[in-house]
């Protein structure tokens, strides 16, 4: 499928295009439920993002041995170094993945453009085998409940995104999108899964970075509190930005994902708030997919194989 291409609809779209990629939608389902039939059943959404350009095809992400990357190499270096080493990335030669956790277990709903929904990067890595490693399913013993089942993960969308600067005017501040088109499943028959996950064919939010260095947890503020799943990842968790990185947050809370670089930091933790299910007629640009919806074009496939079970994906059903 590859990353797609944006055709502007408008003379001047007021937008500018920071980062272009493949995006991947996944579910788990609850513990000690082999499947899924609705929402009720499900346990966590993921989302996996891969950059593939943008304004700088030189990318930074945190260094390996102070994440999860290389954590089973060297567990002594990566809590030594804090978050702080940055590692060079062509993401247009090499691939990059970011495997994110939302704090609720569906998208936000797009009709509801007030209430913003937390979630974090939990992993940023060039080994495709450690986000196959994440999405598999767990067995292990607890004390009070014995045995439990963590079900693998299922793919439940593929499509291509886009980072995008919207320009400030005197009545908008400085913000930016996270703008999707789904590829997968086509858009021809069942859609049940999407649906209930508020997983749209297409979507634009506001995606704000959290600084990590203001404030404690959750709450606090118009709708970040209870109903958006932000709690707030713990103190030792959070990411830990680079000085010029940092910089761009200043003394704010939330600001703008402006480089996307923070995405590439682990702990990053940000807000999506819904903007529109229009993309052309809110942005003026439309993107444009570069496969067609035969399975052999489905890059989500190709990277995690059959590792990933994919008929949510690919036929629009639970199982």
């Not at 940000?270 to 035969?294: N, R, Y």
């Amino acid at each position: 499928m590859g990353q797609g291409k944006e055709v502007k609809t408008r003379a001047d779209p007021q937008v500018e295009i920071q980062e272009r990629g493949e995006i991947f939608f996944f579910y788990r389902p609850k513990v000690n439920k082999e499947e899924a039939h609705s929402i009720n059943d499900v346990q966590k959404l993921y989302i996996v993002m891969r950059p593939e350009s943008g304004e700088n095809p030189i990318e930074e992400k945190q260094d390996p041995l102070s994440g999860n990357e290389e954590s089973h190499k060297d567990s002594e270096a990566s809590s030594s170094s804090g978050g702080h080493g940055v590692e060079k990335v062509n993401i247009k030669e090499q691939i990059l993945l970011r495997f994110i956790v939302m704090g609720k277990k569906s998208l936000p709903d797009p009709s509801k453009k007030s209430q913003p929904f937390w979630g974090f990067v939990e992993m940023v890595t060039k080994n495709a085998e450690h986000v196959k490693t994440a999405l598999k399913g767990e067995e292990y013993e607890t004390k009070t409940r014995g045995h439990r089942h963590k079900p693998p993960a299922r793919a439940v969308g593929e499509g291509i995104y886009r980072i995008l600067r919207h320009k400030p005017t005197p009545t908008r501040k400085h913000h930016t999108h996270l703008v999707y088109k789904l590829e997968f499943p086509s858009q021809t028959g069942e859609h049940e899964p999407q649906e209930s996950l508020n997983i749209e064919p297409e979507g634009s939010f506001l995606i704000q970075i959290r600084n990590p260095e203001q404030g404690a947890g959750g709450g606090g503020g118009r709708g970040r509190g209870k109903g958006s799943g932000f709690g707030g990842l713990k103190r030792k968790r959070k990411a830990q930005f680079p000085a010029h990185l940092q910089a761009h947050l200043g003394h704010t809370r939330f600001g703008a994902a402006d480089p996307p670089d923070f995405l590439n930091y682990e702990g990053c933790e940000f807000l999506l708030i819904s903007a529109s299910d229009d993309i052309e007629g809110e942005l003026g640009i439309e993107l444009e997919p570069d496969g067609g919806s035969d399975e052999s074009t489905c890059d989500l496939l190709k990277i995690f194989g059959d590792d990933v079970e994919a008929t949510p994906l690919l036929r629009g059903t639970w199982d």
